[in-house]
T-cell receptor
Framework: DVKVTQSSRYLVKRTGEKVFLECVQDMDHENMFWYRQDPGLGLRLIYFSYDVKMKEKGDIPEGYSVSREKKERFSLILESASTNQTSMYLCASSKAQSSYNEQFFGPGTRLTVL | SQQGEEDPQALSIQEGENATMNCSYK?????LQWYRQNSGRGLVHLIL?????REKHSGRLRVTLDTSKKSSSLLITASRAADTASYFCKTSGSRLTFGEGTQLTVNP
C-alpha cells in the first residue's frame, strides 16, 4: 500500500522558532510537493522538487525553505515561524511526468504558531 | 493560471440523491483530475480525465470534460453519508494548483 507520511499531525510552536516539517514517501516517486491549506484560499503550492537536491519555488515560497537530500524525504523549513504561518501543511508525491500522474498526499500537519 | 475553480462552494443533499460539482479553468490542459478530502485529512485522488476524453466512469463517479467550455463536472450517484467531504479539481501544467473545493454534505 502506497504511503506518504508526515512527521506530526499537530504541532504548536512559538513565534521566531525554527520549524521542521518532514515528509517521507515509500513509492520511489521523483516528485514531491509542499502545500498549505487555509480556509477560503484552497491549497497553495509552497515548494516542489523533481529530484534529489532539486527544488522549485511554488506560488508562496516566502518565509519557507526546503531540503531534499534523499529521494524519499522532503523537508519544509520555517526559518523563523510567524503567526501567519499557522495553517494545515500537506505533503504530496508523484511519479515523474507529474502532469499525467496522480499525486499521493500525506495526512497533513496542522501547525499553530503562537 | 491553470488553476481549477470549483462550483458550488457548498452542496448539501440527502442520502441516495445525486451530487454534481463543476470545475472551470482558464487555459488549455493535458488532463484534469478530481480529488476528495475528508475533514482534516490529506487529499485522495479519485479520477483523471485526459483532454481527448469526454466522459469517464469509476464506480459511482462520472466525470465529463468539455474543453470548448473549459469545464468539467463530477457526478456522484446514489450518494452516501461517507461521501461527505471536500472535492477539488486540479488541472495539469507546470503549476500544480488546486481550487478552493466544493464542500459536499450528505445527510443520512
Amino acid at each position: 500500500d502506497v504511503k506518504v507520511t508526515q512527521s506530526s499531525r499537530y504541532l504548536v510552536k512559538r513565534t521566531g522558532e525554527k520549524v521542521f516539517l518532514e515528509c517521507v514517501q515509500d513509492m520511489d516517486h521523483e516528485n514531491m510537493f509542499w502545500y498549505r491549506q487555509d480556509p477560503g484560499l484552497g491549497l497553495r503550492l509552497i515548494y516542489f522538487s523533481y529530484d534529489v537536491k532539486m527544488k522549485e519555488k511554488g506560488d508562496i515560497p516566502e518565509g519557507y525553505s526546503v531540503s531534499r537530500e534523499k529521494k524519499e524525504r522532503f523537508s519544509l523549513i520555517l526559518e523563523s515561524a510567524s503567526t501567519n504561518q499557522t495553517s494545515m501543511y500537506l505533503c504530496a508525491s508523484s511519479k515523474a511526468q507529474s502532469s499525467y500522474n496522480e499525486q499521493f498526499f500525506g495526512p497533513g500537519t496542522r501547525l499553530t504558531v503562537l | 493560471s491553470q488553476q481549477g475553480e470549483e462550483d458550488p462552494q457548498a452542496l448539501s443533499i440527502q442520502e441516495g440523491e445525486n451530487a454534481t460539482m463543476n470545475c472551470s479553468y482558464k487555459t488549455s490542459i493535458n488532463n484534469l483530475q478530481w480529488y476528495r478530502q475528508n475533514s482534516g485529512r490529506g487529499l485522495v485522488h479519485l479520477i483523471l480525465i485526459r483532454s481527448n476524453e469526454r466522459e469517464k466512469h469509476s464506480g459511482r463517479l462520472r466525470v465529463t470534460l468539455d474543453t470548448s467550455k473549459k469545464s468539467s463536472s463530477l457526478l456522484i450517484t446514489a450518494s452516501r453519508a461517507a461521501d461527505t467531504a471536500s472535492y477539488f479539481c486540479k488541472t495539469s501544467g507546470s503549476r500544480l494548483t488546486f481550487g478552493e473545493g466544493t464542500q459536499l454534505t450528505v445527510n443520512p
